[in-house]
Every structure is written in structure tokens, then in C-alpha cells.
């Protein structure tokens, strides 16, 4: 979990500071253009399932500080720039293997990476409710109508996230409302106050149903 928060983090700061240094740069700038690409290849790496199948062992301390690195960074200094995030992302590379390119996450005409931000972020939230659940002695894992959930839940999430990426869909404002404040904040509510087991499952069963409802699943 900690790496996984890490990982966000560091994706919010370094698309914050290229948002900037393009404002800085000529339109075109192939160098630019470059560094966004990579960076939005690393960084879809992590948004795959299977990246986070078995533990990943990280250097906190190293990663922690290249994110700080880069949030001091001189926008108008864009080889310095890229310098910088570039030691940040070979860092990231070493923990995940690649994965196939897919269009930009920094794409600033689309609102389709702040939906894909708060897909993840509520997918974080709910993994850490699953996990306090764990640890007060209920393991959601073992109850079948939660496993029914929890896996349309992962087909629901996967099918919207490659939509999304691929730029088969575009999100709209009202949507993104919706999954990323009134959703978002029911999970952050239920991670700070454990609600009864069967109240987080109505939930997100609920969830389901607002998710299918954007993007539904191919018949």
C-alpha cells in the first residue's frame, strides 16, 4: 500500500510540473514531447493488475526524495528538467516489468486522466477498507457474495481504465463528479469509519452499478 501511494504521488507531482513546463516551451518541443510519452509509460505500468501479483521491493527513501527533486525543479530549465525526471522514472522502471504504449496520461484536452486518477484512487481506498476488515478478524475474501462483487468490480474497473487509455470513451465532468467526489467520498468515509461488512457491500455493489452504467461491460 505504501508504494502504491507513492506511486500516485508521484504521477499527480510530475504531470502537475510537465503541465508547466509545457507552458514554458515552444509548442512541438520534441524533447518535451519525449519525457511526457516515457513518463506516461512508466507510469501505466503500475495501473495493471498483475503489476502488483507478488510484493515489489522498493527504496522509499530514494523515491520519496527524486519526488521532491522534481517538485523543485526549474520549469524554464527543461534539460535540468528532464535530468531530474528521468531519474525518477528509471527508478520506477526496475519495479515492474513493460507494458504495451498506450495514448498519454498527460493529456491536457481530456478529462480522461483525472477519471482514471480517481478510478485508482477509489480502487486504493477500497483495497485498505478489504484490508481493515482483514485485520479486525472478517475476511471478506471468504464471503461468496462478496467475491461476486469484488470480481465484476475488477472486470467493471479494467473494461473503463482500457476505454479510458485507449480513447474509446471521453469522461465528462458529471461523471467524473460523481466517481471521483461522491463516490470517493463514500470510500474515504468507510476507510476512516469501518462500516458493517454488509453496508460496505451494498455499497459497492452500488458502485458497480454506477460504473456499468458509464462504461458497461461488452456483451
Same mark, same amino acid.
Given at each position: ?7 500516485? /504521488?508521484?504521477? $499527480? ?15 512541438? !518541443? ?5 519525457? &511526457? ?6 507510469? *501505466?505500468?503500475?495501473?495493471?493488475? =498483475? ?7 522498493? =527504496? ?10 522534481? !517538485?523543485?525543479?526549474?520549469?524554464? /530549465? %527543461? ?5 531530474? $525526471? !528521468? ?21 491536457? @484536452?481530456?478529462? @480522461? ?6 478510478? +485508482? ?6 483495497? =485498505? ?9 472478517? @475476511?471478506?475474501?471468504? %464471503? ?9 468490480? *475488477? ?11 485507449? !480513447?474509446?470513451?471521453?469522461? @465528462?465532468?458529471? =461523471? +467524473? ?8 467520498? &463514500? ?13 460496505? &457491500? ?11 452504467? &458509464? ?5
Amino acid at each position: 500500500m505504501r508504494l502504491k501511494a507513492i506511486i500516485h /504521488d508521484a504521477k $499527480m507531482i510530475c504531470r502537475h510540473k510537465l503541465l508547466l513546463v509545457q507552458q514554458q516551451s515552444e509548442e512541438g !518541443n520534441e524533447e518535451l514531447d519525449t519525457l &511526457i510519452d516515457e513518463a506516461s509509460n512508466v507510469f *501505466q505500468r503500475f495501473d495493471r493488475v =498483475d503489476a502488483w501479483s507478488s510484493p515489489i521491493e522498493f =527504496d522509499e527513501l530514494l523515491l520519496r526524495q527524486q519526488i521532491l527533486s522534481i !517538485n523543485k525543479a526549474e520549469e524554464t /530549465d %527543461l534539460p535540468a528538467f528532464a535530468e531530474t $525526471m !528521468n531519474a525518477l522514472l528509471e527508478s520506477l522502471k526496475g519495479l515492474v516489468p513493460e507494458q504495451p504504449r498506450a495514448r498519454s496520461l498527460f493529456d491536457i @484536452n481530456s478529462l @480522461n486522466p483525472q477519471m482514471e486518477e480517481a478510478l +485508482l484512487k477509489n480502487q486504493r481506498l477500497i483495497d =485498505d477498507i478489504v484490508e481493515k476488515f482483514r485485520e479486525a478478524g472478517e @475476511n471478506l475474501g471468504q %464471503l461468496p457474495e462478496y467475491q461476486e462483487v469484488s470480481e465484476h468490480q *475488477q472486470n467493471l474497473i479494467s473494461n473503463y481504465l482500457e476505454k479510458l487509455r485507449n !480513447n474509446d470513451l471521453q469522461a @465528462n465532468s458529471v =461523471d +467524473l463528479e460523481i466517481i471521483n467526489v461522491n463516490w470517493g467520498g &463514500i470510500f474515504e468515509a468507510m476507510n476512516e469509519n469501518l462500516p458493517p461488512s454488509g453496508k460496505f &457491500i451494498e455499497y459497492s455493489a452500488g458502485y458497480n452499478e454506477e460504473v456499468e452504467g &458509464i462504461c458497461p461491460l461488452a456483451a
